[in-house]
């Protein structure tokens, strides 16, 4: 199983706020905590600095961060791991994708 959780934090933002849906999403404003997809085809990346992130794309939603709201998707996201991962009979060759997604939702869980 492999998971992209470099976008975590904007995807629960346009999760929780349709009108986001489409649109590119920068979470943080001094630096950018996390990026949609749409705003990283853009060139914004995480760990940018947030005038740069604006520069290269001025029509992005800046929002500032909400870690609680993080946090609570996060458990839902290692719920499926642990779901997955226990029911999985596949070879070992899973395991490792399995284990690097697993290791990005565990820092994004530090951020709280």
Do not use: N
Not at 76 to 82: L, R
């Amino acid at each position: 199983m492999h998971a992209d959780l470099d976008a975590f934090y904007a995807s629960v933002e346009q999760r929780d706020d349709p009108s986001l849906r489409g649109r590119p999403v920068i979470v943080g404003a001094g630096v950018v905590l996390a990026a949609s997809y749409e705003a990283r085809a853009r060139g914004v990346r995480t760990a940018m600095g947030g005038g740069q992130a604006r520069r290269l794309c001025p029509h992005a939603v800046v929002v500032a961060p909400r870690m609680p709201a993080y946090s609570e998707a996060s458990k839902a996201v290692f719920e499926v791991f642990d779901d997955t991962t226990r029911s999985s009979k596949g070879s070992r060759s899973t395991r490792p994708s399995s284990t690097s997604a697993v290791s990005s939702a565990s820092r994004a869980r530090r951020w709280r």
